[in-house]
DNA sequence: TTCTTATGCATAAGATTTTTAGGTATGATT
DNA sequence: AATCATACCTAAAAATCTTATGCATAAGAA
């Protein structure tokens, strides 16, 4: 099964998301977690993934912590408390979004 | 409740499968479609609509018909065949998304 | 031992899709 | 006479993504 696209906006609903259930994560393993968690249907790519952490980092939604792993750095990311905040709302905001979907394409639809 | 965004990628869909629905329909009736559907939830822009109403039918999924009614015109959009079949791989793809998503941010969503 | 793959970060150019902000015009209501 | 609803439209800017590229280390295969 070819890989179904990423609507445009949801990527950093996903980062928020997974972080606040990870505590913390880098950014290689948030690339990696998706295509897991998916079975490789969504792929985050760098070049979208690396400007979008760095973008919540400046709105104040993300704590930086670096560290050094097997020589290698690693750019560990968590939620700061607004951060925390932010993605409930975002969180409700895909919900709501997914049920208006539903109500516009398929009022039948059974996700389970 | 403020409206939710609409996540860049769903106007399209959205539009795809309002005409399957409903065989034909205009600019403004879709506008109002989407309002009335999700209570205002979304709501389509003008400016974001006809763009991609035109595109649409640029890329041979849609036909156009003008009508005139109370001395105002109205462009009636339909599918093309091609179009009804690109329908059918945008739902998939959308509910494919949505699937995605649900394990992404919440394994346990109990939508509908 | 050299080549490839995986890990890990990053940026820049371009494409796509949207918002925002206008514009035109008719008919109905206040 | 002014405003609102209907009905079309475009252009500039913003937002978000893909594609392409770059650098570097470690591990595994050839």
């Known amino acids: 099964m070819a890989n179904s696209k ?10 928020l998301k997974l972080l606040d259930e990870k505590g913390k994560m880098y950014g290689y393993e948030i690339t990696q977690k998706v295509k897991e968690l ?4 969504l792929k985050i790519t760098e070049g979208a993934l690396y400007p979008a952490l760095h973008k919540l980092e400046a709105e104040g939604l993300l ?3 670096v560290a050094k792993v097997d020589n290698r750095i690693r750019k560990y990311y968590k939620l700061t408390d607004r951060g925390e905040k932010e993605t409930v709302n ?23």
């Not at 998916?38 to 249907?41: D, I, L, V």
Request: charged share 25%.
């Open 38 to 41: 998916t079975k490789g249907e």
């Open 63 to 65: 704590d930086v912590e």
């Open 90 to 112: 975002r969180l409700a905001e895909l919900e709501e979004f997914i049920r208006s979907m539903q109500n516009l394409v398929n009022p039948n639809w059974s996700i389970q």
């Open 6 to 15: 990423l609507y445009k906006g949801s990527l950093n609903t996903i980062i």
